[in-house]
């Protein structure tokens, strides 16, 4: 196939890709609340752990919306493996085929994840999840990470606007994390109004109403239950930033606030697809915009919730692109937006340390990516310590080591599976745990062997079920890994099929709490089959028949094809 074709082909990808996700930015939702609140109510009570909700929501729209996207995302693992398993001497008019069928899955799943544009949370911008990350990022100064419960039901009651059953009611104490009378809670913010002065606490006041006023009952108490605010000092410096730009009372506000998630998300893919191909970012789209664990009903369209996952994806693309200073800020910025992610910069120095061993030199691309990581923490993390109040960071380690201590539903990883298949028997749970860790460990150190610097990098995000529990919706981090697809294939066809795991377990065992067990045990066996196919598929060596202008280690797909791919 002529370069000219390939280029035209690969630039009218990205024009299509292009025109899907700014439709997608301009793209009204409706303010029809339908059945969704439900499930975001449900989001939060799950995170709080209360009692298990009922299973006979099949009927619902989230449900409805679940089994769409998993028909789009088996459809795409359909269409993925036929073009890179049975495609051998495939036409070029087969070729073209697939490809327009990649990218049609594509932008389906980009659009299912918001629900097609038709359906939104109530009220579009006040979900109980921006009411805790945009009230408490931009008042942080007088909350901290202990006061939104208890000042914002002050206010609320100093409104008239008392929470429905408030009587009857209990609210989590963020100090003690334990649930108390309602109004226990809401004395405890008397001290509130004096806190903020009265320009301040008015303008907090109007912020609240514009959450809390329309909220059923079920999201009043669920809020409340949950568990505060704990995004980490430097990520509350940015969103507080913003958030002091507009208030959210203001016209327009809300909608432009909101459309700053998506711009974040549709400028991470198109970073993607000019890196990596049209046909990775297909990949990569397909499994975000199809995935049940983060679907729009838990995060959708939130206050900066992904800034951590596109400045992950955005330093594996600058290291892809040789970019080393920069992979490393960005890197270093997903990890102390989110502190998880951090293994993703793990992996790479993982991979530096590997080469050291054994040359016993030093890659002067290192050296870039520690400046790089060194000027992030400083920036973000000095910059933070100066600018929140003194207390932040120790109340930050105080709320997570809280946190942590808590029994979430909604944990994945590791940990969650050994307890699941060993329960009441915490001494077999922690043997078990400690032998798939150092199982894990060993393999993933042999498969550095074979990664270049930035699959290294992405390979680093299989470290994460199994050295840490985050919530559901942060799994996300999984289309990270699948960059490494560009080069070995087969690590798209394994995410695609936990994907398909996961969207199936959550269509079989839905509102079930079992549901994030077997998920964490889909996501324990996928970082498993990811690093066994890195290390299935070798070192991989530049093509003889292409000019070497890629990294030493890397190689185009041709090497996993009998045909150059359309995607370039």
């Known amino acids: 196939m002529g370069g000219g074709a390939e280029v035209t082909r690969s630039a009218n990808g990205l024009l ?34 209360s009692a298990p909700p009922s299973a006979g929501g099949n009927g619902s729209l989230d449900y409805r919306m679940n089994a769409i996207r998993t028909a789009i995302l088996l459809a795409g693992l359909g269409v993925f493996a036929w073009r890179n398993l049975w495609s051998s001497g ?24 918001y629900q097609f544009f038709q359906y939104s949370h109530a009220r579009g911008f006040a979900t109980t999840d921006n009411f805790h990350y945009y009230m408490g990022s931009k008042y942080f100064e007088e909350l901290g990470y202990f006061g939104l419960y208890e000042c914002s039901l002050s206010a609320l009651a100093e409104r008239g606007l008392q929470a429905p059953g408030s009587r009857g009611m209990r609210a989590r104490n963020l100090r003690s994390m334990e649930l108390e009378p309602y109004s226990a809670i809401k004395e405890q913010g008397a001290h509130c109004s004096e806190d ?39 990520w509350t410096l940015v969103g507080g930033m913003v958030a002091e730009i507009g208030a959210v009372t203001s016209p327009g506000t809300p909608q432009i606030l909101s459309r700053l998630e998506r711009v974040l998300i549709a400028m991470t893919f198109l970073a993607v697809a000019l890196t990596f191909g049209i046909e990775t970012a297909c990949l990569v789209i397909l499994i975000w915009g199809t995935g049940a664990l983060w679907r729009y009903a838990w995060v959708g369209d939130a206050f900066f919730r992904h800034l951590w996952w596109a400045s992950a994806l955005l330093g594996i693309v600058a290291l892809r692109r040789r970019g080393n200073l920069v992979g490393g800020l960005a890197l270093a910025s997903a990890g102390i937006f989110r502190i998880f992610p951090s293994v993703l910069a793990l992996g790479y120095m993982a ?30 993390g000095l910059g933070s310590f100066l600018a929140l109040p003194q207390s932040a960071y120790p109340d930050f380690v105080a709320k997570i080591g809280d946190f942590s201590s808590m029994s979430v539903t909604n944990q994945m990883g590791l940990e969650v599976v050994a307890e699941f298949f060993f329960p009441e028997m915490p001494k077999t749970a922690l043997a078990f745990r400690a032998l798939v860790i ?66 199936l377990t959550g269509l079989l065992l839905y509102q079930q709490y079992e549901e994030y067990a077997w998920a964490s045990l889909i996501a324990v066996m996928a ?3 990811v690093v066994l196919e890195v290390i299935r598929t070798g070192d991989c060596r530049p093509s003889t028949q292409e000019p070497n202008t890629q990294e030493e280690g890397e190689v185009s797909s041709t090497a996993f094809r009998s045909q150059a791919p359309i995607s370039g």
């Open 16 to 49: 299509l890709l292009g025109i899907a996700l700014f439709l997608a930015l301009v793209a009204p939702g409706s303010v029809s609340a339908g059945d969704l609140p439900g499930e975001a109510g449900l989001g939060a009570l799950k995170a709080s752990g």
């Open 90 to 113: 495939a036409s070029p008019r087969t070729r073209r085929a697939q490809w327009g069928l990649l990218i049609l899955l594509a932008g389906l799943g980009y659009a299912s994840y």
């Open 196 to 234: 903020f002065g009265a320009e301040r606490w008015a303008q907090f006041g109007d912020d609240l109403v514009f959450f809390a006023k329309d909220w059923p009952a079920h999201l009043q108490e669920a809020t409340w239950h949950d568990h505060g605010y704990h995004p980490t000092p430097a």
């Open 351 to 380: 991979h530096a340390t590997r080469n050291w061993l054994s040359t016993s030199k030093l890659d002067p691309g290192v050296l870039r990516f520690v400046g790089g990581a060194a000027l992030g923490a400083s920036l973000l």
């Open 438 to 503: 150092i199982g894990f460990m060993g393999v993933a150190w042999r498969a550095l062997r074979f990664t270049a610097a930035w699959e290294a990098a992405a390979l680093g995000a299989c470290l994460i079920p199994i050295l840490s529990a985050p919530t559901n919706y942060y799994f996300s981090f999984f289309v990270a890994t699948a960059l490494i697809s560009a080069r070995r294939p087969g690590v798209g066809l394994i995410l695609l099929i936990a994907a398909a795991g996961w969207n």
């Open 527 to 529: 970082s498993f089959a």
